[in-house]
C-alpha cells in the first residue's frame, strides 16, 4: 500500500508531467512535419505558357499549393506587401525570377523558394530571388518577434503564479492593479532587450511597446480572473492557453500554410498571432495587411480578461458573504504552501 507522503509527492509531480505531456504533444503536433497546405503563390504574365504552367502546378500540387496567375510584376509586388501572396514567380527562358516577402515569415518563403528551383531547374535556368520585405539587421531570419514573445509570455503567467501564490489575501481589484502594473514592467523589459539591446526592432517602438503591454496585460487579467476557479490548477491551464496552444499558433516559427488544419485556425484568432503577426505588419508591411485586425484580437483577448476578472469579483463576493468564519485562510499554514508550491512550479 502507497504511503502517505509518498502519494503527496504523486500528487504534486501530476502538474509537472502534465506539462510535459501537452508541451509533447503540442510541440511534435505543430513543428514536426512542416509542408505546405493552401500555400498561396502567383506565376506572373498572361502568355498562354504561364497558364499552362500555373495549372500544370495546380496539378501536380493538390492542396498544398493555391496558385492564380497575375498580369504584372507591379501586381505580384502588391500582394506580397497586403499578404495576400507567399510567393511570385516570373517566368523566363533565361532569367526566371522568384519574389518572395522573408518578413512575413522566413521559412514560408524557403518553402516557395524550394518550389520553384524545381520549377526554374526544369527549365535550365537560375532562379533569381528578389526580397520584396527584408527584416531588420539585427534580425535575419525574422524570428526575434517570436523570441519575444515568448519572453512577454512567461513574464506574464509568472506574474499570475506569483500574485496567485502570495496576493491571496489581497482584494481582486488590488490585484487586478499589481497585474497590470507588472504587465507595464514585463512590457517594458520587452521592448528595451527587443531595441536597443539586440535591435530586433528598429522603429515603431512605442506601437510596439503598446501592442506588447495589450498582449501582457490580456495573459494576467485572464489568469487572475481563472486563479479564483482553478487555484493551484492555474498555471497549468495558463501554460496550455499561452504556450502549448499560443507559441505553436503565433506563426513566429512555421506560418499557418505550412502547418495542419488545427494550429492554422487557431491562428486567426489566438493571442499569440496577433501580437506576432501585427509587430510584423507594423514593422515591415507599414502598418498593413491587416494590422487593425491584429490589434483588435489583443484589445479582446484584454476584455476577456476583463470579464473573467469581473466574474471572479461577484464570485469571490457571493462566498465572502456566505462564509461565516475568516474570510482568508493563516497565509502560512500548509494548504497555503502547498497551493504556492503549486503555483510556482510552472515558472
Known amino acids: 500500500m502507497i504511503s502517505q507522503p509518498l502519494r503527496h509527492v504523486a500528487v504534486h509531480l501530476l502538474t509537472p508531467l502534465l506539462m510535459c505531456f501537452g508541451m509533447a504533444l503540442a510541440y511534435l503536433g505543430a513543428f514536426h512535419q512542416p509542408e505546405p497546405n493552401h500555400l498561396p503563390v502567383a506565376v506572373v504574365g498572361a502568355s498562354p505558357e504561364v497558364k499552362v504552367l500555373a495549372q500544370t502546378l495546380k496539378d501536380k500540387a493538390g492542396d498544398k499549393l493555391e496558385v492564380v496567375t497575375l498580369p504584372s510584376r507591379e501586381d505580384a509586388h502588391t500582394r506580397l506587401l497586403d499578404r495576400e501572396l507567399s510567393g511570385a514567380y516570373l517566368p523566363d527562358a533565361q532569367h526566371p525570377e522568384l519574389m518572395v516577402a522573408t518578413a512575413g515569415s522566413d521559412t514560408t518563403a524557403m518553402a516557395v523558394e524550394k518550389v520553384f528551383q524545381q520549377v526554374a531547374g526544369q527549365q535550365g535556368a537560375p532562379l533569381k530571388i528578389t526580397d520584396v520585405a527584408p527584416t531588420a539587421a539585427g534580425d535575419p531570419t525574422g524570428q526575434g518577434i517570436f523570441f519575444l514573445l515568448v519572453a512577454l509570455s512567461v513574464g506574464s503567467y509568472g506574474c499570475v503564479a506569483v500574485l496567485g501564490a502570495a496576493g491571496g489575501a489581497l482584494r481582486i481589484r488590488v490585484r487586478a492593479t499589481v ?169
Open 179 to 347: 497585474g497590470l502594473v507588472a504587465a507595464l514592467v514585463v512590457s517594458v523589459i520587452g521592448i528595451v532587450a527587443a531595441a536597443p539591446l539586440f535591435h530586433i526592432i528598429d522603429h515603431d517602438y512605442a506601437a510596439i511597446w503598446a501592442m506588447s503591454w495589450l498582449y501582457s496585460a490580456g495573459i494576467i487579467l485572464v489568469g487572475l480572473g481563472l486563479h479564483t476557479f482553478l487555484k493551484h490548477w492555474t498555471t497549468l491551464t495558463l501554460m496550455v492557453l499561452f504556450v502549448m496552444l499560443n507559441f505553436t499558433t503565433s506563426g513566429g516559427v512555421y506560418s499557418p500554410e505550412l502547418q495542419g488544419g488545427f494550429f492554422g485556425a487557431l491562428h486567426a484568432f489566438w493571442n499569440g498571432a496577433g501580437f506576432v503577426e501585427g509587430a510584423r505588419n507594423l514593422l515591415y508591411f507599414d502598418g498593413g495587411a491587416g494590422f487593425g485586425g491584429h490589434v483588435i484580437t489583443l484589445i479582446l483577448w484584454l476584455a476577456a480578461g476583463v470579464v473573467a476578472l469581473i466574474t471572479a469579483a461577484a464570485y469571490e463576493k457571493r462566498r465572502a458573504e456566505a462564509t461565516t468564519g475568516p474570510k482568508h485562510a493563516a497565509p502560512h499554514d500548509d494548504r497555503a504552501a502547498e497551493e504556492e508550491m503549486d503555483e510556482l512550479v510552472g515558472v
